[in-house]
């Protein structure tokens, strides 16, 4: 690792406070002394509690809900550490806000991320990473430096430990197929693609193209909210696939009316990642979570001693 004068600190908002403790203990530093209130007026009021003057400071705070509560106090972080004079201040956010607000589908709408991006650059914050974005094009919204990692190596190191029969990855839609694709490359599988057709007004027809005839499908994907992809994957047993389908989605929203569709006979696993602390009333006996926290340690690593972050990105080329 190159030298660098500015000592690393880290430091959580209190949107997953276990995913930055993972991240400190990986690192082998103590994670820093900060404090939020609620105020009763409903009003945020942060605190910085340690000195951290010239230091190189990473504050991890996914966007989860209550979103905008989670983006209010990384705002007022990241200006807290501004005024506390740290030497640069790297905003961690697994779970970027807004994400899915990329474009204007219609006239007179607002490009949502596009806002959150200049509201982090006005705070001055200096570098932003996220994992797994729900639009790459996200990127581009910023002057500063980003970091686009995504969990795909972490999704991959526990699907080749499965000796699951003949899997086939699966893309939920067009739109995801480049990430999917990305997915089967790494680990060596073929590709089906998932593909919506309305046949009339009220009946959506879905088909997969790709050879799915006897094989265990893993379907990839950025988010699982309200249980879409859930509720489509039925197409693939009567495609012929294996009754046994595994969901591989790195953001765990999880909306209330997603959670019974875990109960169908043929889905056998919802594997996520660590990104959004899941309350209690979220888990579920299907539902298995990964760490990004060894992930996201190595990136911080990388970034505080000038090294390469290309190791941790040549599987998005």
């Known amino acids: ?20 403790e993972e991240v400190a203990l990986d690192l082998n530093i103590p994670l820093g002394r900060c404090t939020t209130l609620q105020l009763p007026d409903s009003e945020i009021h942060v605190s910085v509690d340690e000195l951290v003057r010239d230091d190189d400071v990473f504050f991890i705070q996914p966007c989860s809900h209550p ?6 106090e990384l705002l007022l972080y990241v200006d807290a ?9 790297n905003v961690v956010v697994p779970y970027f806000p807004y994400a899915r607000q990329e474009r204007m589908a ?38 500063i ?20 029969t ?12 480049k990430l ?52 489509q994957v039925d197409a693939l047993v009567d495609k012929g696939a294996r009754p046994e389908i595994y969901l591989a989605i790195t953001h765990p929203v999880l909306l209330p009316s997603a959670l019974p569709y875990l109960d169908a006979p043929h889905i056998r696993q919802l594997v996520v990642t660590n990104t959004i602390a899941l309350p209690e009333e979220k888990h579920h006996p299907k539902l298995k979570v990964l760490s ?26």
């Open 292 to 317: 990004v926290a060894p992930l996201l340690a190595e990136a911080i690593s990388r970034i505080h001693g000038g090294e390469s972050m290309g190791p941790l990105l040549k599987h998005l080329s």
């Open 106 to 143: 219609h006239g007179r709408e607002a490009i949502s991320a596009r806002a959150v991006a200049t509201m982090l650059e006005t705070m001055r914050a200096s570098r932003v990473i996220y994992v797994d974005i729900h639009a790459e094009a996200t990127q581009g919204f910023f002057t």
């Open 1 to 20: 690792m190159s030298y660098n004068r500015h000592a690393l600190r880290i430091f959580s908002g209190s949107a997953n406070r276990s995913l930055a």
């Open 67 to 72: 979103v905008n509560d989670h983006l209010m």
């Open 166 to 177: 003949d899997p086939v990855v699966v893309a939920p839609d067009v739109g995801r197929a």
């Open 145 to 164: 430096p980003v970091d686009p990692l995504s969990a795909m190596t972490v999704f991959a190191a526990y699907f080749r430990e499965l000796n699951l």
């Open 180 to 231: 999917a694709g990305r997915f089967a490359q790494l680990l060596g599988l073929d590709l089906v693609l998932m593909h919506k057709r309305r046949l009339t007004p009220e009946i959506v027809e879905t088909v997969a193209i790709g050879d799915i005839e006897g094989r265990t499908p893993v379907v990839f994907d950025d988010i699982i909210a309200g249980g879409s992809v859930l509720k």
């Open 81 to 89: 550490f501004r005024r506390a004079s740290a030497h640069t201040i």
